[in-house]
T-cell receptor
Framework: ELKVEQNPLFLSMQEGKNYTIYCNYS?????LYWYRQDPGKSLESLFV?????AVKQEGRLMASLDTKARLSTLHITAAVHDLSATYFC???????????FGTGTRLKVLA | DTGVSQDPRHKITKRGQNVTFRCDPI?????LYWYRQTLGQGPEFLTY????????KSRLLSDRFSAERPKGSFSTLEIQRTEQGDSAMYLC???????????FGQGTRLTVV
C-alpha cells in the first residue's frame, strides 16, 4: 500500500526565516503535486512535478522532486505571515489523478 | 465562475438520515473525483468518473455511499443512513485526462448529529 509521509507535521517559524518541508513516498511515481489549504477552505494547487529532478518556483516557495529517493521538498524562503496554511503533497501513481495525500504540514509563520 | 462548484457548502443532519451533495466540475473537464477529508487529515480518495462512467471506487466507499454522474457533467454523492463517522469535508475535483492535475471545489462540510 502506498504511503505518503510529510515532516514536520507542525511548523512554527519566524518571519524572514527559511525552512523545508519533506514529502516521502513508498512506491515508484514521477508525478507529485503540492497543494495549500487554508482553514475551512479547499485545496489550492501550488506545484505540479512530473519528472525526476523537476524544480518549480513561485514567489517564496520552491518545490523539487527526486524520484529515485522518492522524495519531494517544499522550500520556504524568507517566510511571511501570509504563508501560514496547511501544505499537502499528493502522489499519483497511475496517471489518473487519483491522489494519495500526505499527512499535511501545518505551517504557522509568526510576525 | 469557472471553477469547481459544490452544493451545499454545509450540511447538518441527524443520524440515520440520507443526504445528497452535488458537484459541478469545470465544464471542459472529463474526469471528476470525490474525496473525503476528516479534521487534521489529508483528503482520501473515494471514487472517480471519466465522463459518465464510474471507473474506480475506494474500499472506503461503503454500500451506504453512491455516486453518479448521469450525463458526464455534474455529479451527486449520496450517503444513506448517515452515521456520526460520516462527518467530514467532502471534496470534489475535476481534471482533463491529461493536464496540470486536478482542481478542487470548496467542499461540502457534513456534520452528523
Amino acid at each position: 500500500e502506498l504511503k505518503v509521509e510529510q515532516n514536520p507535521l507542525f511548523l512554527s517559524m519566524q518571519e524572514g526565516k527559511n525552512y523545508t518541508i519533506y514529502c516521502n513516498y513508498s512506491t515508484t511515481s514521477d508525478r507529485l503535486y503540492w497543494y495549500r489549504q487554508d482553514p475551512g477552505k479547499s485545496l489550492e494547487s501550488l506545484f505540479v512535478l512530473l519528472s525526476n529532478g523537476a524544480v518549480k518556483q513561485e514567489g517564496r516557495l520552491m518545490a523539487s522532486l527526486d524520484t529515485k529517493a522518492r522524495l519531494s521538498t517544499l522550500h520556504i524562503t524568507a517566510a511571511v505571515h501570509d504563508l501560514s496554511a496547511t501544505y499537502f503533497c499528493a502522489v499519483d501513481t497511475s496517471g489518473t489523478y487519483k491522489y494519495i495525500f500526505g499527512t499535511g504540514t501545518r505551517l504557522k509563520v509568526l510576525a | 465562475d469557472t471553477g469547481v462548484s459544490q452544493d451545499p457548502r454545509h450540511k447538518i443532519t441527524k443520524r440515520g438520515q440520507n443526504v445528497t451533495f452535488r458537484c459541478d466540475p469545470i465544464s471542459e473537464h472529463n474526469r471528476l473525483y470525490w474525496y473525503r477529508q476528516t479534521l487534521g487529515q489529508g483528503p482520501e480518495f473515494l471514487t472517480y468518473f471519466q465522463n459518465e462512467a464510474q471507473l474506480e471506487k475506494s474500499r472506503l466507499l461503503s454500500d451506504r455511499f453512491s455516486a453518479e454522474r448521469p450525463k458526464g457533467s455534474f455529479s451527486t454523492l449520496e450517503i444513506q443512513r448517515t452515521e456520526q463517522g460520516d462527518s467530514a469535508m467532502y471534496l470534489c475535483a475535476s481534471s482533463f485526462s491529461r493536464g496540470p492535475g486536478a482542481f478542487f471545489g470548496q467542499g461540502t462540510r457534513l456534520t452528523v448529529v
